[in-house]
């Protein structure tokens, strides 16, 4: 079974400028998470779908960070203008979907993006 | 309050020694699950160990086990028999049914195993 796949897997940029992080999550999952992880910190959700729906998009940035899961399999979030203090890891996740608390998440490679 | 805290930033084992990874959550949902992940320097996040707040049962996978302590809300990780593998940062979360099944992580506790 092909695990969470991301891209690109490291990205530099000077702020202001745009970058799109690309992630395809595994088969036949339905949630797909996206967070950031600051260097020294856990994780922290961005937006949370379930099939092609937002469920959950509090902690995302929205004067300048959007995402997108058309067709509700593969998703891209995008950053535009970027700042210094978005460089972080970016990390994919998804689990099955369904409606219990049993399913752990699958989480990819992540994106390491650096802001300069 | 923190849904998820981790009060252990670093800590030291010595190989073949057990360790435990202390955890504690915060939650009104009476149906929520408590996972345990590993990240070594690689970045990836791989999942260690699952415990659902019904289960009476200790979870336990291969080396780790979960310490779980409903009433004070605790789900400390013990690993026992250390390797130099396990050399990483542990992170506890949590999902809550009532949340939509959002995940939180704790700030994670980095573990180093010495030869």
């Known amino acids: 079974e092909a695990g969470v796949a991301q891209s690109p897997r490291y990205k530099i940029i000077e702020k202001r400028q745009s970058v799109a992080f690309w992630c395809n999550p595994i088969?036949?999952?339905?949630?797909l998470y996206w967070y950031q992880q600051i260097l020294g910190q856990g994780p922290k959700l961005l937006i949370q779908?379930?099939?092609?729906?937002?469920?959950?998009d509090s902690q995302l940035p929205k004067d300048r960070f959007s995402a997108e899961r058309l067709k509700g399999v593969d998703s891209t979030l995008k950053i535009q203008p970027a700042k210094l203090e978005d460089s972080a890891v970016y990390l994919c996740a998804s689990s099955s979907g369904k409606r219990t608390v049993a399913y752990e998440q699958y989480f990819g490679p992540g994106t390491r993006l650096t802001v300069t | 309050a923190q849904k998820i805290t981790q009060t252990q930033p670093g800590m030291f084992v010595q190989e073949k020694e057990a360790v435990t990874l202390d955890c504690t959550y915060d939650?009104?949902?009476?149906?929520?699950?408590l996972f345990w992940y590993k990240q070594p320097s690689s970045g990836e996040m791989i999942f260690l160990i699952y415990?659902?707040?019904?289960?009476?049962q200790n979870a336990t996978e291969g080396r780790y086990s979960l310490n779980f302590q409903k009433a004070r809300k605790s789900a400390n990780l013990v690993i026992s028999a250390s390797q130099l593998g396990d050399s990483a940062m542990y992170f506890c979360?949590?999902?809550?049914?009532?949340?939509?099944?959002?995940?939180?992580f704790g700030t994670g506790t980095k573990l180093q195993v010495i030869p």
């Open positions: 979360a949590m999902r809550e049914r009532e949340r939509d099944q959002k995940v939180t």
């Open positions: 088969s036949g999952h339905a949630t």
């Open positions: 415990q659902g707040s019904y289960d009476e």
């Open positions: 939650t009104s949902d009476q149906s929520y699950g």
């Open positions: 779908f379930q099939n092609n729906g937002v469920v959950d």
